[in-house]
């Protein structure tokens, strides 16, 4: 209930800030997108992780406004990235499922697109394997809305959960995320490498984009490209960035 007041107000104060990790296309190692990630820096400098205070935000609600903020400020980073002309660029958001599930979530979306004048089309919103799973129905019906915006859908933290095959193409996904302990055992034996391979092979016949995170270092980033997944992200490539640092991290890319 303490932190649960802390964020409240640390919210208000302006205590919360995005970082972007750059995302990788593979054949040609340069960034394509970035994936917007929250972060609490509270008023004595302590960082509080994501994974201690979004659970709080989701119980309490607070999730609904921050992530309506946090939504807002990906698609003004995006814009910003435009101006400065990286114009193919993709921004990923995270969206939790006590925000996808509110009933306003679709009037959020648009009124966001609409006073930011973000485009649609570079904006993709994740969600978890597991909330793919929940409420089938509903979900089918609200991603379609999301989808007629222009917005694309990639699924978090892929193969930790138990999608239906079907269920996937009726969500109209765009893209599967290999989650990161799958790119971690990827160097150890086939065995270890069997998922990754297999996500890569669904997205293939599925005809969906695949990205593979938390990738640390040149040889998982080697087996991922002969398995032939096309997009990488992870600490390999770039940490978690400012808007500044990420803007400076691009230009030396060129
Ligand atoms: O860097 P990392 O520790 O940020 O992220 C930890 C977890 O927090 C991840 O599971 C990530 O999906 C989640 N996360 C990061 N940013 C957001 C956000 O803006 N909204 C939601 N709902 N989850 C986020
Ligand atoms: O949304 P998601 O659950 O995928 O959150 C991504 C999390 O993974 C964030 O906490 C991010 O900081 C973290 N992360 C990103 N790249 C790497 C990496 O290469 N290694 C590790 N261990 N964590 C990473
Ligand atoms: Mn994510
Ligand atoms: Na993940």
């Not at 009037?107 to 609409?114: E, Q, S």
């Not at 990639?154 to 996904?173: E, K, M, N, P, Y």
Request: net charge negative; hydrophobic share 45%; aromatic share 6%.
């Amino acid at each position: 209930v303490r932190m649960m007041h802390a964020l409240r107000s640390g919210f208000q104060r302006g205590e919360l800030f995005l970082d972007y990790q750059p995302q990788i296309d593979l054949a040609t190692n340069r960034a394509i997108g970035a994936e917007a990630l929250l972060r609490w820096r509270q008023q004595d400098g302590k960082l509080v992780p994501p994974d201690r205070f979004i659970p709080i935000a989701e119980y309490s609600g607070l999730i609904v406004e921050i992530g309506e903020w946090v939504l807002r400020e990906a698609c003004t980073e995006l814009l910003r990235l435009r101006a400065a002309g990286h114009t193919a660029f993709t921004m990923s958001v995270n969206v939790s499922q006590v925000q996808l599930r509110h009933p306003h979530f679709l009037d959020m979306l648009r009124r966001a697109l609409d006073d930011t004048g973000a485009p649609p089309d570079f904006i993709e919103l994740e969600i978890t394997e597991s909330m793919a799973m929940e409420e089938p129905a509903a979900l089918v019906e609200k991603l379609a809305h999301v989808k007629r915006t222009g917005v694309s859908i990639a699924i978090d933290d892929f193969g930790t959960g138990f999608s239906s095959l079907s269920h996937l193409q009726r969500l109209q996904v765009d893209r599967l995320k290999i989650d990161r302990t799958f790119v971690t055992e990827i160097t150890g034996s086939a065995r270890g490498s069997s998922i990754a391979q297999m996500v890569v092979q669904l997205g293939r016949n599925l005809g969906l984009s695949v990205i593979a995170e938390g990738v640390e270092d040149e040889r998982q980033a080697q087996i991922l490209r002969e398995l032939g997944c096309p997009l990488a992200q992870g600490y390999l490539y770039s940490r978690p960035l400012s808007p500044e640092n990420l803007l400076a991290w691009l230009a030396g890319e060129s």
